[in-house]
C-alpha cells in the first residue's frame, strides 16, 4: 500500500492553535490540491481526535473530479478511514454519512455498546490491535478490501504514529506564512517525540503555492 501523508502547518509547525479548532492554514490553491490528492486515492485517513476537532467530511469538492472517478470505474469518492480505538466517533460525524464508505479502525478493547451505534450509524469496523489501533495491523485489512492508495489528512498524533511504524511513503507539507504559536498547539508529529533514530526523508521539490510553500518528501 502506498500511504501519503497530506498536512498544512504555519512556519512553527503548529498544525492548528490550542485550542484545537480547525485553523484554514491552507489558500484555495492549496485545498484544490489536496482535493486532486484525494480524489487519487482509495481511502482517506485521520485520527478520531481530527474528527472530534474538525468534524471533516472527506469527500471531494470538485464535480469534475467525481466524474474523472466515475469514468475510471471508482466510487464517486474515495473510502474514509478514522483510527479510532474506543470508538468515540459522534454518530452524528458528517464523516458517518451515506456519501461514501466509512471505515472506523477500532481496538479490541472498543465498548460492545458503541461498536453496535456506530454499525448502525453506517460505519464498517476494522478491530485491529489490543488497546490501541495497530496501524500495520489495520493497513493489512485494508488492503484486503482493495485500499492500494492511502491518503492521511492527520492530526499530528496518527502522523506520529505512521513515522513510528515506518508507513509512510510520501509526505506533502504546505507551509503557510502565518504564527500560530502555543506550546500545547498540535504540531505535524506529536505523540511520544523521537529521541533517537529520527526519520530522514528525501525532499523531492519545493514549490511556492498561495503565500505559501509546498514541500514534497519521499519518506
Ligand atoms: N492543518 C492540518 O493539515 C490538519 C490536519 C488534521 C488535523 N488538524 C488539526 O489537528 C488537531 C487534531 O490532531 P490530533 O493529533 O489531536 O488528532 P489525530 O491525530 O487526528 O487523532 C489522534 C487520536 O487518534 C487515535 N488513534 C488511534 N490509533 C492511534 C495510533 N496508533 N496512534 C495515534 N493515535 C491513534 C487516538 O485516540 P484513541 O486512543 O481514542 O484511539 C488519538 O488520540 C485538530 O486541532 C485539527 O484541527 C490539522
Ligand atoms: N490541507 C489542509 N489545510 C488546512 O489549512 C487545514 N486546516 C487542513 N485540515 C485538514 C483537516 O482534516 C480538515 O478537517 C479537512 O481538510 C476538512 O475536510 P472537509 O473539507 O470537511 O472534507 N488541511
Same mark, same amino acid.
Given at each position: =500500500?502506498?500511504?501519503?501523508?497530506? %498536512? ?91 456519501? %461514501? ?7 479490541? #478493547? ?17 478491530? %485491529? ?7 500495520? %495491523? ?39 506564512? =502565518? ?12 505523540? #511520544? ?27
Amino acid at each position: =500500500m502506498h500511504v501519503h501523508v497530506n %498536512a498544512a502547518t504555519s512556519v512553527d509547525g503548529k498544525l492548528s492553535s490550542r485550542r484545537r479548532e480547525q485553523v484554514m492554514i491552507s489558500g484555495d490553491d492549496d485545498f484544490e490540491r489536496v482535493d486532486r490528492i484525494r480524489a487519487a486515492s482509495d481511502a482517506v485517513l485521520v485520527g478520531v481526535g481530527t474528527v472530534l476537532a474538525d468534524d471533516p467530511h472527506l469527500t471531494l469538492d470538485a464535480e469534475e473530479l467525481v466524474a474523472e472517478r466515475a469514468e475510471n470505474g471508482d466510487s464517486a469518492h474515495p473510502a474514509r478511514v478514522v483510527a479510532d480505538s474506543r470508538a468515540r466517533t459522534p454518530t452524528d460525524a458528517r464523516i458517518l454519512d451515506d456519501a %461514501a464508505t466509512t471505515y472506523l479502525l477500532i481496538s479490541e #478493547d472498543a465498548p460492545e455498546a458503541r461498536r453496535r451505534e456506530l454499525e448502525a450509524a453506517g460505519a464498517t469496523l476494522v478491530v %485491529a490491535g489490543a488497546e490501541r489501533v495497530s496501524f500495520p %495491523a489495520a493497513f493489512e485489512a485494508l488492503e484486503d478490501v482493495g485500499v492500494e492508495r492511502l491518503m492521511v489528512e492527520g492530526g499530528g498524533e496518527v502522523i506520529f504514529s505512521l513515522f513510528d511504524d515506518d508507513l509512510v511513503d510520501e509526505l506533502t507539507l504546505y507551509v503557510g506564512s =502565518m504564527v500560530i504559536g502555543g506550546r500545547d498547539a498540535p504540531t505535524l508529529a506529536d505523540g #511520544d517525540g523521537f529521541v533517537s533514530d529520527f526519520p530522514r526523508l528525501s525532499l523531492r521539490d519545493v514549490e511556492r503555492v498561495d503565500d505559501g510553500v509546498l514541500l514534497t518528501y519521499d519518506c
